[in-house]
């Protein structure tokens, strides 16, 4: 029992670090898009 408690939580632990990084990285892509939109916007 122990032992299945101690891998949930490391299996948890990975899947909230990969979620948090896919959000992370998310946010950068769309905020990339979102200059280059404005970038493009200022030059026309």
């Not at 670090?17 to 200059?35: D, N, P």
């Amino acid at each position: 029992m122990r032992a299945r408690l101690q891998w949930d939580r490391r299996t948890f632990l990975t899947w909230g670090i990969g979620a948090s990084l896919l959000l992370a990285f998310r946010q950068t892509a769309a905020s990339r898009t979102a200059v280059a939109f404005l970038q493009i916007d200022g030059m026309t």
